[in-house]
């Protein structure tokens, strides 16, 4: 149980367009979706927190403008990188958490922008 | 707010060795506390978990973590390694108060396990 899956699990794009990451939590509803970004070698860097409904929040330093996130149902969150550009490279991974504490992480994405 | 502190960034061990992963936090309120695996390229896996009761928390795979509120720790530890667990590990908390519940992790230790 409490999977989560990402799609696709890489992609490459040319500079100046935009990319869509999708997230579904598939046995879980998730009240709560997370977007995670990780440079190699380091830790998880929290872009933005989207709940069903509603607008995401993102952390300081996040563009909401070009990382559009949106929570349209209960299993799925998307992550739209727009006009994306080589500093966009990175692996992009969601959670989501179906209660309060608890948070099931998808495979991630690895996103090359060229 | 809260702070995680992993205090190796890698840890070279050899196969069948016991090892210990360190995870100190601070924060001012109680919080939950989470150790997660991540295998390259992939995401990240729940690995144990400590949330009430017992301070001694098991994972199916031979890992064991304790909580010690004292030293505001919850090392992660395994009495003997195997190849398949070289891996970069995370330790992660979050507040139980707050409203928020956002988890904050730590850097991360890789754990290397030579033959």
């Known amino acids: 149980g409490a999977v989560v899956s990402q799609h696709p699990s890489w992609v490459i794009c040319k500079s100046g367009t935009s990319v869509k990451i999708e997230c579904r939590s598939l046995d879980f509803q998730a009240t709560t979706m997370f977007w995670y970004r990780q440079f190699p070698k380091q830790s998880l860097m929290l872009m933005a927190t989207?709940?069903?409904?509603?607008?995401?929040?993102?952390e300081q330093g996040v563009e909401k403008d070009k990382f559009l996130i949106n929570h349209a149902s209960l299993t799925l969150s998307t992550l739209t990188v727009t006009s994306a550009h080589p500093e966009d490279s990175s692996f992009y991974i969601c959670?989501?958490?179906?209660?309060?504490?608890?948070?099931?992480f998808g495979p991630g994405t690895r996103l090359t922008v060229t | 707010a809260q702070s995680v502190t992993q205090l190796d960034s890698q840890v070279p061990v050899f196969e069948e060795a016991p090892v210990e992963l360190r995870c100190n936090y601070s924060?001012?309120?109680?919080?939950?506390l989470f150790w997660y695996v991540q295998y390259p390229n992939q995401g990240l896996q729940l690995l144990l978990k400590y949330l009430s009761g017992s301070t001694l928390v098991e994972s199916i795979n031979g890992f064991e973590a304790e909580f010690n509120k004292s030293q505001t720790s919850f090392h992660l530890r395994k009495p003997s390694v195997h190849i398949s667990d070289t891996a970069e590990y995370f330790c992660a908390v979050t507040p139980i108060a707050g409203g928020s519940y956002i988890p904050t992790f730590g850097r991360g230790t890789s754990l290397i396990v030579h033959p």
């Open positions: 924060s001012s309120v109680s919080v939950y």
């Open positions: 989207s709940n069903e409904g509603s607008k995401a929040t993102y």
């Open positions: 959670s989501a958490r179906p209660g309060t504490y608890e948070q099931y």
